[in-house]
């Protein structure tokens, strides 16, 4: 069975310092890895995806994650945080081939001036 | 390009009551999500159609939730009768492929309060 895990519920940073988002996964086989972002009252926002190539993915809004298959984990990076960035952070996998994904249960970012 | 839309925003209903969600995808989607996603959780697949044959609905509670997708272009998902438990946002989400392409586009949800 797919799983993903964010071990944590919130990741506090200062603006300007860099920040990770951590997810780990679970699949058979290879994956598709996602995140997506949250804002409030909003629905999920794309943010990069990992299918096969190169293990640093960059996405949007300065975001990037790296791909570690022995580690099965797929950490969100930026190296200068906003306060802008503030906001829940969603980790997705899908099996290959498969439409579905499936969600961790997010981790709540607060980026502080 | 216009993005996933979702009606209502919010919707406060009593349990036992029924209620109605709509979505119309990007157009040109082939496939259609409907996720719920329960406070402090990740979301969860309800059901997936591919234009408009149903291609997943294995988590959805088929007693009381129900979901069409006419003519491959709007959908509609149903809740008769509502459980306290159904609170929750419901988010439409659309792929422009029609099979193994996860959805990039998500609308902003309905938010469902079970009262």
């Known amino acids: 069975a797919q799983s993903v895990a964010q071990p944590e519920d919130q990741v506090n940073v200062a603006e300007g310092n860099p920040l990770t988002v951590k997810c780990t996964y679970s699949?058979?086989?290879?994956?598709?890895l996602f995140w997506y972002v949250q804002y409030p009252n909003r629905g999920l926002q794309f943010l990069l995806k990992?299918?096969?190539?190169?293990?640093l993915v960059k996405g949007s809004y300065g975001f990037e994650a790296e791909f570690n298959k022995s580690q099965t984990s797929f950490h969100l990076k930026k190296p200068s945080a906003l306060v802008s960035d503030s906001a829940l952070y969603f980790c997705?996998?899908?099996?290959?081939?498969?439409?579905?994904?499936?969600f961790g249960k997010g981790t709540k970012l607060s980026v502080k001036p | 390009e216009a993005g996933v839309a979702q009606s209502p925003r919010y919707k406060i209903i009593e349990k036992r009551q029924s209620v109605a969600f709509w979505c119309n995808p990007i157009?040109?989607?082939?496939?259609l999500y409907w996720y719920q996603q329960i406070l402090g959780q990740g979301p969860k697949l309800l059901i997936q159609?591919?234009?408009?044959?149903?291609?997943?609905d294995s988590q959805l509670p088929k007693d009381r939730f129900s979901a069409e997708r006419l003519k491959g272009v709007d959908s509609t998902l149903k809740i008769q009768p509502a459980k306290l438990e159904d609170s929750a946002v419901y988010l439409c989400?659309?792929?422009?492929?029609?099979?193994?392409?996860?959805?990039?586009?998500f609308g902003n949800g309905t938010r469902l309060t079970v009262t």
């Open positions: 989400a659309s792929s422009l492929r029609e099979t193994g392409q996860p959805p990039l586009h």
């Open positions: 699949v058979s086989g290879n994956p598709y």
């Open positions: 990992y299918i096969t190539g190169d293990n």
């Open positions: 997705a996998v899908s099996a290959i081939g498969q439409g579905n994904l499936i």
């Open positions: 157009s040109g989607h082939a496939t």
């Open positions: 159609f591919q234009n408009n044959g149903v291609v997943d």
